[in-house]
Structure formats: C-alpha cells, structure tokens
T-cell receptor, first 115, second 114 residues
Framework: AQSVAQPEDQVNVAEGNPLTVKCTYS??????LFWYVQYPNRGLQFLLK??????LVKGSYGFEAEFNKSQTSFHLKKPSALVSDSALYFC?????????????FGKGTTLSVSS | GAVVSQHPSWVICKSGTSVKIECRSL??????MFWYRQFPKQSLMLMAT?????????EQGVEKDKFLINHASLTLSTLTVTSAHPEDSSFYIC??????????FGPGTRLTVL
C-alpha cells in the first residue's frame, strides 16, 4: 500500500535560517512526489513535484526538495526562511502509471517562522 | 499553474437542508476531479473521485447518497451535501488535474451546519 509520512507535526525556525520539512514515502515502483502549502482557510497551493530526472527539484517561493531513493525521502528545504512561509505543508505521493488517481497525503507539518 | 475555483467559499445552513458546492477548472479541461474533506489542522481525506460523464467513485465509509457528486462537463463538478447535519461541518476541497501529473486545488468551501 502507498503511504506518506511526515514525522514532525511542527517545525519552528527563526527567520533567515534554513528550514527542512521532512517527508518519507512508501510506493511500489518509481514515485511521483509533490509538496503543497496551505494557508489558513485556503486551498492547497502547489509548490513542486518530482517525476523523474534531477533529484534536486526547485519550486515556487524559493523552495526546493531532494528526492533520495535509497532513503525513500523527499524533504522540503529552503535556504533562508521568511515569516510569510509560516503555513501548513503537505507531502503527497502517487505511484507510476496512475494518472488520474488521487494523491495520497501526509498528515501535514506546521511550519512556524519567527522574526 | 492551472486555476480551480470553488463556490461558495463559505456557507452556513440549517440542519436538514441541502448544500451544493461547485468546483470549476477555469483554464483547462478536467476529466477527473477529486473531492476532499479536511478537519481542523488535519490532513485531507479523499471522499470521492468524480469522472466526467460517469458515476463517481466513493471511498470506503463515505455515504454516496449523502454526498452526491455530479461531473456533467469537463470543467464542472458539484458536490451536494444532502440533509446536512452539524457533523457534516467541515472544509471541503476539490482538485483537478486533467491529463497533468499535477493536481490543482480549489480554495475550499467552509460548511457550517447549525
């Protein structure tokens, strides 16, 4: 069965410091991996995805994520956090050859960036 | 990225009434749309998969007679919560992706049932 784990309920970081939001996955075959961000009372905004190619994926708002097949991880990173990055972050996965199927989401990680 | 809209953004209704939520893909055709429910500070729970021109596929535990889904065109899916009760109060979110690998999400609808 496919699954996604976000081991941290909350990540706290000071503005200007680097941030990492962790995600590990379990899927048969090569995974399609996604990160979304959600601000209060809003829908999810797409940040980035990994389908194939370079393991380091760059996305919106300065975020990037690194696909690590051996560790089955897809951690979200940003070199310098902003207060405005504070939000709820979701990692999601689906298996290959599953176009048109729903994504499987992690439970979410709340990122809090202090000034 | 692609744009998905939802209407209304919030609704308050009395117990026993029905509420319709619309999900539209504004700049692409969506052969498949998904409906999710989200409780406060929790992840998204997939309710059903809506396929254009065919019946929706519901996840286990989701009452299809209570949550009616219609996907009449490639740009519109509707979710009707029938005979709503307070326990149906939640944040409902739709997503669509067409032929893309990426799912784009609507802004969500906050339903409050009194």
């Amino acid at each position: 069965a496919q699954s996604v784990a976000q081991p941290e309920d909350q990540v706290n970081v000071a503005e200007g410091n680097p941030l990492t939001v962790k995600c590990t996955y379990s899927v048969s075959g090569n995974p399609y991996l996604f990160w979304y961000v959600q601000y209060p009372n809003r829908g999810l905004q797409f940040l980035l995805k990994y389908i194939t190619g370079d393991n380091l994926v760059k996305g919106s708002y300065g975020f990037e994520a690194e696909f690590n097949k051996s560790q089955t991880s897809f951690h979200l990173k940003k070199p310098s956090a902003l207060v405005s990055d504070s939000a709820l972050y979701f990692c999601a996965v689906r298996g290959p050859n599953q176009a048109g199927t729903a994504l499987i989401f992690g439970k979410g990680t709340t990122l809090s960036v202090s000034s | 990225g692609a744009v998905v809209s939802q209407h209304p953004s919030w609704v308050i209704c009395k117990s026993g009434t029905s509420v319709k939520i619309e999900c539209r893909s504004l700049d692409f055709q969506a052969t498949t749309m998904f409906w999710y429910r989200q409780f406060p500070k929790q992840s998204l729970m997939l309710m059903a998969t809506s396929n254009e021109g065919s019946k929706a596929t519901y996840e286990q535990g989701v009452e299809k007679d209570k949550f009616l889904i219609n996907h009449a065109s490639l740009t519109l899916s509707t979710l009707t919560v029938t005979s709503a009760h307070p326990e149906d109060s939640s944040f409902y979110i739709c997503s669509a992706g067409g032929r893309s690998d990426t799912q784009y999400f609507g802004p969500g609808t906050r339903l409050t049932v009194l």
